[in-house]
């Protein structure tokens, strides 16, 4: 039989969990050459900014082991021409979409979400806290749980109620649970983890930083276990919260780790550059290992390894239960 592989991401249901994560699909079209993106849990957008933006110089991706650097710098057009073509393009095919914005005070983000209050299409809004605040000598806005509630709430308070706000969380922060119930407690419905951990390499033959900004954002298998560990951290401090897992996932059994921890929705990145099948491809892997395990609901695997040693699996109790006389 198979499994229901739907999920709930605040009050709205995705028919599965597998969604692109933020920046590795632009907005879609490109994916769309290779497969109906209905097949998507959803899709994240690039994080849309205010002002077009060209991002920084090039080189701005470099191959790490088991995983890659970038520091792209959130290149994209900008909210008036996302508003005009992008984001119709996707509402127009009813694609579910989660819009990711990003911005450099507490005042863009307000007015970005004020753009997007009232535009049809949008499923849910990501806030890209990984974003330097440059009111505050550039302190990225997901390094203090003070700052990334203020953005939340503003956000908040502006976007339409039946759209959830998603905060996304940095990973190299002193506690991100610490960071996550601020983010909660100003209004954020889910929230996203992690964003890229930020990484280093040096080109040993040019004798220079591989990266023209020096820095990027390492992403790829090598940051599965720091996504794991917070998608842990946060799910067991705040159980009844909605968690994307995102970070280095390339199979189902990635997908299905982040699952286990706390996840109820899982982002695809880095794997998409090299397969752009991916998503589907993970989905299925994923239903897959759930049916083997004798799962008839994805929602009875979330969190399920939390549960003590011994104790036997939620589906598995159901299903007493329901046989007992």
Not at 40 to 46: I, M
Not at 143 to 168: H, L, Q
Not at 206 to 231: D, E, F, H
Request: with cysteine.
């Amino acid at each position: 039989m198979a499994v229901d592989m739907r999920t709930f991401l605040a009050h709205v249901e995705l028919a599965n969990p597998i969604t692109t994560a933020a920046g590795c699909a632009a907005s879609g079209r490109e994916l769309a050459q290779f497969f109906d993106l209905h097949r998507l849990g959803a899709l994240a957008t690039r994080s849309i900014t205010m002002a077009p933006r060209a991002g920084r110089p090039t080189p701005r991706m470099a191959e790490t082991p088991s995983g890659m650097l970038n520091a792209v710098g959130l290149q994209g057009p900008g909210i008036d021409a996302f508003l005009e073509r992008e984001l119709p393009w996707l509402a127009q095919r009813g694609i579910r979409t989660i819009v990711s914005i990003g911005g450099g005070t507490v005042a863009e983000y307000s007015e970005l979400a004020r753009r997007l209050a009232d535009a049809p299409g949008v499923t849910a809004l990501e806030v890209n806290l990984s974003c330097p605040n440059i009111e505050d000598r550039g302190r990225v806005f997901a390094r203090e749980g003070s700052a990334a509630a203020e953005v939340i709430a503003s956000v908040r308070s502006i976007m339409r109620y039946d759209v959830p706000v998603v905060a996304k969380l940095a990973p190299d922060v002193a506690d991100i649970v610490a960071v996550a119930r601020a983010c909660v407690d100003a209004g954020a419905d889910a929230l996203s983890m992690i964003n890229n951990p930020l990484g280093m390499a040096i080109d040993t033959e040019a004798l220079r930083p591989s990266l023209a900004a020096v820095t990027g954002g390492l992403s790829g298998p090598a940051v599965l276990p720091i996504a794991v560990r917070c998608v842990w951290q946060v799910h067991a401090a705040l159980p009844g919260v909605p968690l994307i897992g995102v970070g280095g996932v390339m199979t189902g059994a990635d997908a299905f780790q982040l699952i286990l921890a706390g996840a109820c929705a899982v982002g695809v990145g880095t794997a998409l550059f090299h397969d752009p099948y991916a998503c589907l491809r993970i989905e299925r892997e994923l239903e897959d290992l759930l049916q083997t395990r004798g799962f008839q609901r994805l929602a009875d695997a979330v969190g399920l390894a939390h549960r003590p040693p011994g104790s036997a699996p939620r589906h598995l109790l159901v299903d007493s239960e329901e046989s007992s006389p």
